[in-house]
Nanobody
Framework: QVQLVESGGGLVQAGGSPRLSCAASGRTFSSWNMGWFRQAPGKDRDFVAAIEWSGGTEYADSVKGRFAISRDNAKNTVYLQMNSLKPEDTAVYYC????????????????????WGQGTQVTVSS
């Protein structure tokens, strides 16, 4: 199994541009699709972005054009660069790994991801 640890969250001014990191250890990282999800108070856990093992990406409409997901296989790390943050971006952000290696498509459903980090809080002040 893989272990995932998120970092980079905190209190951010509206319009800020923090970068979240997710460090993976355990099974081979480079062969798995990776995703970011977020959960606001009283809300469901929602898809944010995902990246294929081969580099293809997909984004939720709410963050398209503002957020960018990337990965560095040499560091076993996936990133979420967040730009132009809004108060409605406030949530706990979770890193996740797909259940199977060498995924042929980028998936959005939380049930398709079998390993999760503990989450990192991002709070955007207005």
């Amino acid at each position: 199994q893989v272990q995932l640890v998120e970092s980079g969250g905190g209190l951010v001014q509206a319009g800020g541009s923090p970068r979240l990191s997710c460090a993976a250890s355990g099974r081979t990282f480079s062969s798995w699709n990776m995703g970011w999800f977020r959960q606001a108070p009283g809300k469901d856990r929602d898809f944010v972005a995902a990246i294929e093992w081969s580099g293809g990406t997909e984004y939720a409409d709410s963050v398209k054009g503002r957020f960018a997901i990337s990965r560095d296989n040499a560091k076993n790390t996936v990133y979420l660069q967040m730009n132009s943050l809004k108060p409605e971006d406030t949530a706990v952000y979770y890193c996740a790994q797909d259940r199977l290696p060498f995924g042929r498509t980028v998936r959005r459903a939380a049930a398709d991801f079998g390993s999760w980090g503990q989450g990192t809080q991002v709070t955007v002040s207005s």
